[in-house]
C-alpha cells in the first residue's frame, strides 16, 4: 500500500489488517509511555489548507508515538498564501525528502491529483465534499469487530459531507448495510447508485438500526436555503430526547464532530450511555497509527 486517498485503495482484507493493527496501537495508548520505535527516522508532514482540530492532531500524535517526527504546515503559513501553486508546495516537499505527506484540502478529488506529482505517500485527510478515509476507518473500528448483516444509519448534510462516501464504501466492504437519512436538498447527486438505500423518514428507520451514525449540518459550505429553518430540520432529522426512546437498547450513537448540540444531535443524544463519540475520537490516533505503519514500516 502506497497511499491512501479512497476507500477503494483498500481491498476488504487490507481494510482488516489496518483495523485489526489497530487494536494493538490502541493499547499502546494506554501505556505510560506511548512510544514504539516502528517509525524512527520518517518524516510525516501534515499539510492543511482547511481548520482541523481531531484530524490533524490525532495525525500528529500517531506520528509521534511512532517515534516519526511529525510536521504541520497550515495555508496561512505556507507559500500558498503568496500564490504559490498546490502542485509546486508538494514538488517542494516532496524533494525535501519527507515520508508522507497528509493532507486536507477544499477540492475534491485534489488528493488524488496530488499522489500523480510526488514520489511521497499521500493520505487523504479530507478532501472537499469527496472522501475522509481513515475518518470511516476509525468508525469502523468504533462500531466493533463483526459488522456483518448490521444496520447502519447516517443522517444529516449528506451533500456536503466527505465522511459519507467513505463510510458507504467501507461499510459495505465489511458486510453492514447502510440507509442514508437526509431531506432530498442535502441527498449527493447520483446517491441511487450508492451501495444503500435511500430514505427520508428518520422515525421510520430509527427502530431498526444497530448504530445511529450522526452528521453535522455544515453550515460553512451552504449557501442556499437547504431547508426552512433551523426548526424544522430538528423536527424532522435531528436525533433529539424523545427519538432516543426508539433506538434499540444496545443501539450505538455515532457522530465524527464536531457536533452542533441541538442541531443535529441533541445533547441527551451526544451524552447517552449508547454513544461512541468519544470512542471515536479515542479510536482516531489508534487507526491513524496502524495507517502510517502500513504505509511506512514496510514489510
Known amino acids: 500500500m502506497k497511499h491512501l486517498t479512497s476507500i477503494n485503495d483498500l481491498t476488504r482484507d487490507e481494510a482488516l489488517a489496518v483495523l485489526e493493527l489497530a487494536k494493538e496501537m490502541h493499547d499502546v495508548q494506554q501505556r505510560p509511555v506511548k512510544k514504539l520505535p516502528a517509525l524512527r527516522g520518517r518524516t510525516v508532514i501534515n499539510l492543511f489548507f482547511e481548520d482541523s482540530t481531531r484530524t490533524r492532531s490525532s495525525f500528529e500524535l500517531a506520528a509521534k508515538w511512532l517515534s516519526a517526527d511529525a510536521i504541520n504546515i497550515s495555508a496561512k503559513g505556507s507559500s500558498a498564501s503568496k500564490g504559490e501553486s498546490l502542485r509546486d508546495t508538494l514538488l517542494t516537499l516532496d524533494a525535501m525528502g519527507v515520508d508522507a505527506i497528509v493532507m486536507r484540502h477544499a477540492g475534491s478529488g485534489s488528493v488524488h491529483q496530488a499522489r500523480g506529482w510526488v514520489n511521497t505517500s499521500m493520505i487523504n485527510a479530507g478532501d472537499g465534499t469527496h472522501e475522509h478515509p481513515t475518518q470511516a476507518l476509525l468508525d469502523a473500528y468504533s462500531m466493533g469487530a463483526d459488522l456483518e448483516g448490521k444496520l447502519v444509519s447516517i443522517t444529516g448534510d449528506l451533500l456536503h459531507s466527505r465522511v459519507v462516501r467513505s463510510n458507504v464504501l467501507l461499510l459495505q466492504k465489511l458486510g453492514a448495510r447502510v440507509v442514508l437519512v437526509a431531506p432530498p436538498t442535502l441527498m449527493p447527486a447520483g446517491v441511487e447508485h450508492w451501495p444503500a438505500t435511500v430514505s427520508h423518514d428518520l422515525d421510520e428507520v430509527l427502530p431498526d438500526v444497530d448504530v445511529c451514525m450522526m452528521l453535522r449540518v455544515q453550515r460553512e459550505r451552504m449557501l442556499g436555503g437547504f431547508f ?12 433529539t430526547a424523545p427519538r432516543l426512546k426508539k433506538l434499540k437498547p444496545d443501539a450505538m450513537i455515532a457522530h465524527p464532530g464536531p457536533m452542533n448540540r441541538g442541531l443535529e444531535i441533541s ?17 482516531g490516533v489508534a487507526v491513524r497509527m496502524s495507517v502510517l505503519y502500513h504505509l511506512l514500516a514496510g514489510e
Open 228 to 239: 426552512p429553518s433551523e426548526r424544522e430540520y430538528i423536527a424532522f432529522y435531528g436525533l
Open 267 to 283: 445533547s441527551a443524544a451526544a451524552d447517552d450511555p449508547r454513544s461512541i463519540v468519544l470512542n471515536q475520537v479515542s479510536a
